[in-house]
């Protein structure tokens, strides 16, 4: 059975930083499109970065430059790297997986039809 438990979420002022960690069982990260989603209250879930088993990867244009998705083998962890966070990342936070990447305007019903949630885990920015 697969599972995926995120770490690391929590709150920060704006212009802070945090790194959210996904542990997987079940699943070798490298096999796998995985990325994170967010959704805030009273909103639509909206992707925030994946990436390709073969390392490619693709984000909302909200977080260009901001932030960076990265996985450790060692751990079989995908790590998402937040750094100069604005009030409107508030969000809980979804670590996913999906055994390929569909384009980005396809990604949410992929991972929903096809994929492997988390969670979440609540990131909070104060202005």
């Known amino acids: 059975q697969v599972q995926l438990v995120e770490s690391g979420g929590g709150s920060v002022q704006a212009g802070g930083s945090l790194r959210l960690s996904c542990a997987a069982s079940g699943m070798t990260y490298s096999h796998y499109c995985m990325g994170w989603f967010r959704q805030a209250p009273g909103q639509e879930r909206d992707g925030v970065e994946v990436?390709?088993?073969?390392?490619?990867?693709n984000h909302d244009e909200s977080v260009k430059g901001r932030f960076t998705l990265s996985k450790d083998k060692a751990k079989n962890t995908l790590d998402l790297q937040m750094n100069s966070l604005k009030p409107e990342d508030t969000a809980m936070y979804y670590c996913?997986?999906?055994?390929?990447?569909?384009?980005?305007?396809?990604?949410?019903?992929?991972?929903?039809?096809?994929?492997?949630w988390g969670q979440g885990i609540q990131v909070t920015v104060s202005s």
């Open positions: 990436i390709d088993s073969d390392g490619s990867t």
């Open positions: 996913v997986a999906v055994g390929s990447c569909a384009s980005w305007s396809y990604l949410l019903p992929e991972f929903l039809l096809h994929g492997t």
